[in-house]
């Protein structure tokens, strides 16, 4: 960037980024290897949901470059593109790689980018290596106070954590996102490569940074279109809080902003029409709420946030004390955008849609920097003065150590909730032969009914629409899952299994494990699969698959 980095940094963000790859690569390592015999891991140890939707897409961007909904069982045309899943999808194809490696091929890229990404930003405020140290790695592994929520889950004996949005959201987590969200990295190295762009065209006044700036903003909306938010509003509101203190008109910021949005506004309007004319994503988008997470209130987000936003606050404060405290204008700018991304980030993640929560991501930045500028300036000089004794490394390892708590128990707990060896993580070999057998035996736009724990899997795994897949891509969701549950657990005459089957156009049903399950649990009398119509098609020792065929 526009600030010198030294060789003994780069070693130490060299070590710092493999450390933490080699770390979130273990659990990974650990579920592959010790799966069952009769078991195959999955590839996700994290939101296997999302996970799921996106080999779907992966899966269908093989063979086309604008795709369906797979994902619910109603009728919709091939308008859905999104440009990290089809370049994945292009890279799967041309190597032969099953998806599983090229997604651990991603998340060592996207975390590597993030975290090289994060330090360049940091080196173009601070030239200080002490204050880029703490930042980084405030940034690359500090978390909240969800720790305390676990403590308190056990003093307590309580079935689950209270509060768990605030210990298990992603976005703002860097680490949680390395080890199980890494469109979440690249998205945030992107987010910061567009805003680093913009202040080296501030600093060197030339406007071609801008336009550099829009053609990533380009990149990075046909990936995440709401991210673009995040890259409009917070440079456009420094420009404004310029403009307010020093009374003359942000001449650069406004030519700046105006390149940078005519040039990445296409995915953003995609994004709108897609939701708008479309019924099928129009309802997508309305399920949103259905996953029932929302960002947190103000007494919440201290929570999620932790420390570091605790230190960002009281620096916040202290530098209003102090005349945004620099001495050089270019370091109280450089102080000032920082304020202003922490408050005007704060502002986004309340705005009024069902997807405010994503706009905590990247604001983990801004948060830390803040904080690092307090340690080093405010903090630790005064501790120093109190306890003369103490070195500053050590004071320095306790803020790291305590930051990062709620992130070894994150850690921790992967390996836990993988022993189990259950869905949604794991699917039995024969689910996954059978779900092979549709993809070579069956029409490409046949309907698979299924259980939720295997339908999640079937058009990502075989290419097939599901019946109950994801919980805001198939429609209707909710009486889609509760028809699943009655079907199976014998709770439907043959009538009104004959109406379900016909209505939604259901072409084959699926009998597993996970199927067989929700026969258990239920008091239904109908044996799910004695009906004339039912057709045995694929049979192993776990699985069959029946073809419908009504009159």
Known sequence: ?????????????????????????????????SAPADQQFIGFILNSSDHAQYLSWYKAFQSQALISNLQTSEPNPPVFFNLLWWGLAQIGRISGLDYTIVYQMFRWISGTFFLSMTYAFIALFFSSITQRRIAFLLIASGAG????????????????????????????????????????????????????????????????????AGLTALFLGWQHGYDLLIVWIVPTAYAGVLWLITRRWPQYWFKAMLITGLISWPPALYSVLLTQLNPIWKQVLAQFTNAGVYSPDLLHSLILMGAPLLFALTTFVLLLRDGLRGGKPERIQQNLFLMTWLIVGWVLIYIPTDFQIHMINSWQVPISMLAALGLSGYF????????????????????????????????AWRFLDLSRYQYPYYLYRDEIAAMEWLEKNTPADSVVFSSYDVGRYIPGLSGRIGFLSHWAQTVDFFNKRDLAARYYGGQLNEAEIRQALQNYGIDYLFYGPAERALASQASGSQDPIQNNFLILRYSSAKVQIYQVQLP
């Open 380 to 411: 630790i000089p005064e501790i120093k003065q109190r306890w003369p004794n103490l070195k500053i490394r050590h004071i320095l390892t306790a803020v790291a150590v305590f930051c990062a708590l709620t992130n070894l128990y994150l850690f």
């Open 145 to 212: 106070f969800g720790w305390v929520l676990v403590v308190l889950k056990y003093a307590l004996r309580q079935p689950d954590v209270m509060f768990s949005a605030d210990l298990y959201v992603a976005e703002g987590n860097s680490f949680l996102c390395i080890l199980g969200y890494p469109h979440f990295s690249e998205a945030a190295g992107l987010i910061l490569a567009v805003i680093a762009l913009l202040l080296l065209g501030e600093r060197r006044g030339q406007l071609r940074y801008a336009v550099y």
């Open 1 to 33: 960037m526009d600030t010198i980095i030294e060789p003994r940094e780069g070693r130490f963000v060299t070590w710092v980024i493999a450390i933490i790859l080699t770390l979130t690569t273990l659990p990974y390592a650990y579920a592959w290897f």
